[in-house]
């Protein structure tokens, strides 16, 4: 697993059209340019790891396009220290932009394939959750709560209660809400039972999905 110069100015490249595509928080920014995408992929896609695009990864789910991560990322407000949730671990890609900028993460993934397989890739390349659990996204992580931010990055069919009920006073939950396509959707909790909401552009996310039994 090696990350060389190569790799590096391709990652610069992709740092530029994510920039024109209106990513301005520089810590997003940097965090993309530091963690290596392509060791995140199985071995047929890793040569198109920094194109902008989705690729397929283990149990038929996607590693997000990298836009897509820097957005919610951006949307979250992270800074050093910060506890967020993570619903949809998937590659490990998303966790490690957090981790980069000082999060503490802690994830969830309900396909024990992926879930086994990120568990142990992440530390191998020095990236260490806080938690990785194995479980239902749906109801968040109520032992762990309340959170900084909470990001899901798969399609929910509608904004679990849980979730927001997870946050803390100021914190932002980053949800894309729908079925075939998905409205980027962001929550800041401003009181007990008071959240704002906002709506921020359609995106196309596999589906949030029902725990297995
Ligand atoms: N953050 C990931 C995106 C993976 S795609 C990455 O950067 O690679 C979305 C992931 O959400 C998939 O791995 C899918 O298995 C997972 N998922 C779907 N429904 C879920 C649920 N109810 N709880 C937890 N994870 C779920």
């Known amino acids: 697993m090696k990350d060389t ?12 059209i994510i920039e024109e595509k209106g990513i301005v928080d520089k810590n997003v920014l940097k965090a993309i340019s530091n963690v290596p995408r392509h060791l ?4 047929g896609f890793a040569h198109f790891a920094y194109q902008d695009k989705p690729f397929p990864i283990a149990a038929n789910q996607t590693i997000s ?6 957005f919610q990322t951006e949307l979250l407000h992270v ?4 506890k967020i949730l993570e619903i949809g671990t998937g590659s490990g890609y998303q966790t490690a932009i957090l981790i980069e900028m000082g999060a503490k993460v802690f ?11 990120t568990k142990l890739f992440l530390p191998k390349i020095g ?42 006073i100021g ?20 009181g007990a039972k008071d959240f704002e909401k906002h709506e921020l552009g359609k995106f196309r996310f596999v589906p949030l999905l029902k725990k297995k039994n």
């Open 127 to 168: 990236y260490n959750p806080k938690k990785i659990i194995f479980g239902d996204g749906y109801k968040g992580l109520p032992e762990f709560a309340p959170f900084d931010g909470i990001v899901v990055t798969a399609g929910a069919p509608f904004v679990p209660s849980p979730l927001l009920a997870q946050l803390k």
């Open 65 to 70: 396009q990298p836009y897509t991560v820097a």
């Open 79 to 82: 800074k050093p220290n910060y």
């Open 5 to 16: 110069n190569k790799h590096k100015g391709l990652r610069n490249q992709l740092v530029k």
């Open 107 to 117: 994830t969830i993934e309900r396909q024990n394939e992926l879930f086994k397989k």
């Open 40 to 43: 995140f992929m199985d071995s």
């Open 171 to 190: 914190g932002r939950l980053v949800i894309p809400v729908g079925e075939e396509t998905q409205t980027m959707t962001l929550f800041i909790r401003t």
